[in-house]
């Protein structure tokens, strides 16, 4: 199902945007030859750092102080396959005392719009690992950055509860799973959700969109299990629960 | 231990000789901020790809044949770390009836070495699984780009074989594994080895030099195990083992 065939790219990139061109490489592709959604997800961490480093609000300017994502929805109406080229687009909308929202728009090469994704961010003090007012540090110059006229075609983050969940996976964080800051990498998760599901599935479904909540990190040599409910057909919940008992993350799933 | 000081980067490049250059991207980075061998991997058979296509005896201008790696070497005085850059060299340098051989530099910025590999690759058809000889297709032209006198400095592939061998790890092969052959993909298995050591190890041992053999394929849902044995204070002998008992992968990895 196409939603965003209308969508075109603006012929002018605005100084708040930055645009970046991507190429889908051969070994960033899932068996269907389609870019894995935990690929695309690390090439929008990595855009949005060159943003925010761009605009002296990245965390090379703040040292002590760093992002952290807590919301990350992705919609596409068609993943890029191998060798495709496409751009990305991102940009912040609006930024409260706790969160900031950043957008992204993904087109084709020509101009047609593929996919989007929102997400919503804290700002964290390293040491008390306390959120910051991002309106307090460099001046709120932050401010002047924001772009709320641009805006995405896609439903923001959603209420994720299970009623009768049903234990579908179990891992131990391994070297492979952690990241520079020492925790299981916040896009490996969504590789650990996707495996979730038998190739089989994979073979006769697409995943159109992810919505994934981060609330605590996993270290390695824990233990994870992934626990799953169908919402509705094709859509399921998930909820990563760690040793300790606690969701460290929470996602809804849409397949078509 | 630096043992590639000495080597320097060929001021002009040979037309045998394709030269790319590349990011050590912060999400291909592990907890350490090094480049992890499985991405370092990946850019290698990305760059041979390139090198092959670009002179008619890739994948793309053959279709129904494809090359096979069958061994690989990689011995690295320094990996990259985030943001490093660092250019990538490949070419090749013999064949026979059954093999080619490639090999691979990699330097700083600078120009001074930081590492090299070598590999065997054979060329097969897709239809019969059956070996080809090289010299038998586009009327012997890759004879022409065979650059011999261009060597790497490191020792070929070794013979592995385990007397003691003991089970480390245990993995159902899933969707994130499967590459766009369908089958467990050829760096994949690099992390699941390096996923058979604890992250303490990693903390205080660098992988030097990496030997893999690979000898059948593992498919989704196979449950593999992986066999360790210590050859040598930090030289460790692995093997990926299929339902079946037969070896997927054998490996050595030489850690300091």
């Given at each position: 199902?196409?939603?965003?065939?209308?969508?075109?790219?603006?012929?002018?990139?605005?100084?708040?945007?930055?645009?970046?061109?991507?190429?889908?490489?051969?070994?960033?592709?899932?068996?269907?030859?389609?870019?894995?959604?935990g690929v695309l997800g690390n090439h929008l961490l990595n855009v949005a750092g060159n943003h925010a480093n761009a605009r002296n609000f990245g965390i090379e300017t703040f040292k002590t102080l760093s992002w952290v994502l807590?919301?990350?929805?992705?919609?596409?109406?068609?993943?890029?396959?191998?060798?495709?080229?496409?751009?990305?687009?991102?940009?912040?909308?609006?930024?409260?005392?706790?969160?900031?929202?950043?957008?992204?728009?993904?087109?084709?090469?020509?101009?047609?719009?593929?996919?989007?994704?929102?997400?919503?961010?804290?700002?964290?003090?390293?040491?008390?690992?306390?959120?910051?007012?991002?309106?307090?540090?460099?001046?709120?110059?932050?401010?002047?950055?924001?772009?709320?006229?641009?805006?995405?075609?896609?439903?923001?983050?959603?209420?994720?509860?299970?009623?009768?969940?049903?234990?579908?996976?179990?891992?131990?964080?391994?070297?492979?799973?952690?990241?520079?800051?020492?925790?299981?990498?916040?896009?490996?998760?969504?590789?650990?959700?996707?495996?979730?599901?038998?190739?089989?599935?994979?073979?006769?479904?697409?995943?159109?969109?992810?919505?994934?909540?981060?609330?605590?990190?996993?270290?390695a040599g824990d233990e994870i299990k992934i626990l799953r409910q169908e919402k509705a057909p094709d859509v399921w919940m998930l909820e990563v629960v760690k040793p300790d008992g606690k969701a460290a993350v929470k996602s809804?799933?849409?397949?078509?």
């Amino acid at each position: 199902m196409k939603k965003f065939e209308s969508y075109r790219q603006p012929k002018e990139t605005d100084s708040r945007v930055l645009k970046q061109e991507i190429v889908a490489e051969p070994f960033h592709c899932d068996f269907s030859t389609h870019l894995t959604m935990g690929v695309l997800g690390n090439h929008l961490l990595n855009v949005a750092g060159n943003h925010a480093n761009a605009r002296n609000f990245g965390i090379e300017t703040f040292k002590t102080l760093s992002w952290v994502l807590s919301r990350l929805v992705i919609e596409m109406d068609e993943m890029p396959v191998q060798h495709d080229h496409f751009s990305l687009e991102t940009w912040t909308t609006s930024l409260s005392r706790l969160f900031t929202n950043r957008e992204f728009a993904m087109y084709n090469p020509e101009g047609k719009a593929i996919g989007f994704a929102t997400s919503i961010w804290a700002l964290i003090d390293l040491e008390t690992r306390r959120p910051l007012n991002p309106l307090s540090v460099n001046d709120g110059q932050l401010k002047q950055y924001m772009y709320p006229e641009y805006t995405v075609p896609i439903q923001g983050p959603g209420h994720i509860r299970m009623t009768a969940p049903e234990e579908v996976y179990r891992h131990v964080v391994c070297y492979s799973d952690i990241d520079l800051n020492g925790h299981l990498n916040s896009m490996r998760y969504i590789e650990h959700l996707l495996n979730c599901f038998e190739l089989d599935y994979h073979r006769t479904h697409r995943l159109r969109r992810l919505d994934i909540a981060y609330s605590a990190e996993c270290y390695a040599g824990d233990e994870i299990k992934i626990l799953r409910q169908e919402k509705a057909p094709d859509v399921w919940m998930l909820e990563v629960v760690k040793p300790d008992g606690k969701a460290a993350v929470k996602s809804l799933l849409e397949f078509e």
